[in-house]
């Protein structure tokens, strides 16, 4: 690994020429003197595998640096960045590139919460690396401050925005009213979609990304599906404008948490709302924020762009040169596999507040009833807002109910819906979504 020049040199094998790999390939190539300055190597982009060499990109570079064959591509690689997304072929290219001595850099979130442990063992094994910054909140550093700066602290809770589809959809339906289908068609227009973008506003992406998390934050494994999720495609107009008049805004949250009693872990994703003033209800477009609690530090919050080919390559750049300085250096590569076990538990263990809006009939005494049933089930009302209905008549005289609670479990939370769903004077109950933040 010596030029002519006696710099050393590392290759490095691009798999997928997209949003991400292009502006990988631009920075390794446009800025290769000035990385060589900063690590003292040279950094070859060797070739990049893609499905059409002929198809044009964002950025592009000559034509020989494009390939169909995989094999040719990862042939002698120091360093192989796979950025084609989704599992197969990526599991299996990984998996090879591992078997070939090479160290890898991936993004994929999907990839490493449904086979993440699979591919830290085989690295593990092999004596590589296996970096993934680019996989949680984009260009933000997240894993790393939670795998070093925070390893002496013990991490109690990560609540944060994780995707930028749809913290850019939700923004622009809240600010300027824009529809669910045009945001979306706009975010995928600037490179923030996965290729699918149902995985972003089902929040499966989210999802994918709260487990890598937990995994880091709490030393044991997890996976996608042992995520509680809800994407943002349900959420209504009703449910925006009851959370604006009672001074909130929607977000779609990812919360890990660690509890005492029953001792485990929550995994959820789901639209939350948060007070106007709350930290993260300022994160717009596709920027994420994720925030930390942990026993000896308090509050963290890290923020940053979330999503976009440039800012996400920042953040594959800074796995490859970590790489590059290690395999100079020499030592160890770093490994992943979890250290214990922590049981996931169901999201009825879970507490947090809540909104539930409910129609209900325009007459005394209504109110009493409904708030009732709340203190049977031990859920504690923190306010109540009647708005007019415009589905009321002369003939059925109805008012919407929008309560907002204190901390209860989902467990209880089930248990009072069903019985305000039973009470007569309840026509429906409309909308309920958790409330977080003081
Ligand atoms: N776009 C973003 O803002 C971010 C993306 N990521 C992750 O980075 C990875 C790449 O994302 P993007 O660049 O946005 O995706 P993309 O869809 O723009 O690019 C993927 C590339 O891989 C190629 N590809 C797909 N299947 C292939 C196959 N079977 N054989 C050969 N080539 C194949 C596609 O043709 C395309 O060039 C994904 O894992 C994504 O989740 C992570 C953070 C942010
Ligand atoms: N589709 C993802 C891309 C980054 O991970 C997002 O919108 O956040
Ligand atoms: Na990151």
Same mark, same amino acid.
């Given at each position: ?169 939700? %923004?622009?339906? !809240?600010?300027?009213?824009? @529809?669910?289908?045009? $945001? ?5 227009? *600037?490179?923030? +979609? #996965? ?38 495609? %349900?959420?209504? !107009?009703?449910?925006?404008? @009851?959370?604006?008049? $009672? ?5 779609? *949250?990812?919360? +890990? #948490? ?181």
């Amino acid at each position: 690994m010596t030029t002519a020049s006696d710099t050393p040199a590392l290759n490095i094998a691009l798999l997928g020429g997209g949003t991400v790999g292009s502006q990988v390939a631009r920075i390794l190539t446009e800025d290769a003197a000035s990385l060589t300055g900063r690590i003292g190597a040279e950094l070859n982009l060797t070739g990049i595998f893609v499905r059409n060499p002929q198809a044009t990109r964002d950025f592009q570079l000559p034509s020989e640096y494009y390939s169909d064959d995989v094999d040719e591509v990862m042939d002698g690689a120091d360093i192989v960045v796979e950025l084609i997304g989704g599992i197969e072929p990526a599991r299996e290219l990984i998996l090879k590139a591992i078997s070939q001595g090479a160290n890898v850099v991936t993004g994929n979130k999907e990839l490493l919460a449904t086979h993440g442990n699979e591919l830290y063992e085989a690295a593990a094994q092999a004596g590589v690396q296996l970096s993934f910054e680019a996989s949680v909140a984009g260009a933000i550093p997240i894993l790393r401050p939670l795998r070093d700066s925070l390893s002496g602290d013990k991490i109690t809770r990560i609540m944060g925005i994780v995707n930028g589809t749809t913290n850019y959809i939700l %923004d622009q339906m !809240d600010s300027t009213g824009a @529809s669910f289908n045009d $945001a979306l068609a706009e975010a995928q227009r *600037l490179g923030y +979609a #996965e290729a699918d973008p149902a995985a972003d506003v089902e929040g499966q992406d989210a999802a994918a990304k709260v487990a890598i998390l937990a995994h880091l934050a709490f030393h044991a494994p997890f996976t996608l599906d042992q995520v509680y999720t809800e994407g943002i495609t %349900d959420v209504s !107009d009703l449910d925006h404008k @009851s959370a604006a008049e $009672a001074g909130y805004i929607i977000k779609l *949250l990812a919360i +890990a #948490e660690q509890l005492e009693d029953p001792e485990g872990v929550v995994l959820r994703v789901h639209p939350t709302l948060l007070p106007r003033e709350h930290p993260l209800a300022s994160v717009r477009g596709a920027y994420n924020a994720v925030f930390v609690e942990a026993e000896n530090v308090d509050e963290l919050m890290f923020y940053g762009p979330g999503a976009g080919g440039s800012a996400t390559a920042s953040a594959v750049m800074g796995d490859v040169m970590s790489i590059a300085k290690r395999r100079l250096r020499g030592g160890p590569g770093r490994t992943h596999t979890a250290r214990r076990e922590l049981e996931c538990l169901d999201i009825g263990e879970s507490t947090t507040r809540y909104m539930v809006v409910v129609r209900a009939a325009d007459a005394s005494g209504v109110l009493a009833k409904v708030a009732g049933t709340f203190a049977d089930h031990g859920v504690s009302i923190k306010s109540m807002n009647q708005t007019p209905d415009e589905a009321s008549s002369d003939d059925e005289k109805t008012a919407l109910l929008a309560f907002i609670t204190h901390r209860a479990k989902e467990s209880q939370l089930a248990q009072t819906l069903e019985a305000t769903k039973g009470l007569d004077v309840v026509n429906e109950v409309l909308s309920v979504m958790r409330v977080e933040g003081k």
